[in-house]
């Protein structure tokens, strides 16, 4: 499996403020998503990271509050916008397992506060 | 939308005892994945299942993919103190990215 960072692993932010969380993968991938645990919750997807497009968001996420980059096949980046305390959450981007697969491999996570 | 409904929720085992724990759906899932996260660190892939009525084993852990395909278990044996965490599945639909996650079942392992 890739082995994926991510930085930072954890900050805390003023509310109003933005973050910019990137992901790093060891080897190319086709797929590119990012997660957000709220505390103590299960995993919910953000969006999908398209290389060379914009990003494919699920239902409650918009790009404005969660814009996302996508440059390469290795390398991807998250921002949270205007933070608010109610965006306290562990954020993880992961990368498919490979074609024809549902397989996903996640990163270590970023768990930001925001006061 | 697709919701699974993971339980239980928590377990307090003691070590050497065999844990079970299980994800049922509504919908059918073509992939049946199983995670567990410890604190402070991202989910860790332990068993993928791929087809109906697969069992798989790694080690101590054995999980089973329902012939239904709306179901899946995880049995963890003997554990041990190192198997505290949250145990995740997850299903998926076969069409990459769209995992649908199960609330988690936290265990407890007492030495």
């Known amino acids: 499996s890739a082995v994926i960072s991510q930085k930072p692993s954890r900050d805390i932010c003023q509310r109003g403020t933005s973050l910019t969380i990137q992901c790093q993968v060891d080897s190319q991938v086709t797929m590119m998503f990012w997660y957000r645990q709220q505390p103590g919750q299960s995993l919910t997807l953000i969006a999908t990271a398209n290389q060379g497009s914009e990003a494919t968001y699920e239902s409650g996420f918009v790009i404005d509050k969660f814009p996302i980059s996508r440059p390469n096949l290795t390398f991807s980046t998250l921002t949270v916008s205007n933070m608010s305390p109610e965006d306290s959450s562990i954020y993880l981007c992961?990368?498919?397992?490979?074609?024809?697969?549902?397989?996903?491999?996640f990163g270590p996570g970023t768990r930001l506060t925001v006061l | 939308g697709q919701q699974l409904n993971q339980s239980p929720q928590s377990m307090f085992i003691q070590e050497g005892e065999d844990v079970s724990m299980n994800c049922t759906s509504s919908?059918?899932?073509?992939?049946w994945l199983w995670y567990k996260q410890d604190p402070g660190e991202g989910p860790v892939l332990l068993i993928a299942?791929?087809?109906?009525?697969e069992l798989t084993s790694n080690g101590r852990l054995t999980a089973q993919f329902g012939i239904t395909r709306k179901d899946s278990f995880l049995n963890i044996s003997a554990s041990i103190p190192s198997d505290v965490g949250i145990y995740f599945c997850?299903?998926?639909?076969?069409?990459?990215?769209?995992?649908?996650f199960g609330k988690g079942t936290k265990l407890s392992v007492k030495p």
């Open positions: 992961s990368v498919d397992g490979g074609p024809g697969t549902d397989t996903q491999y």
């Open positions: 299942l791929y087809k109906a009525g």
């Open positions: 919908s059918i899932f073509n992939t």
């Open positions: 997850a299903g998926g639909e076969g069409s990459q990215g769209n995992l649908i």
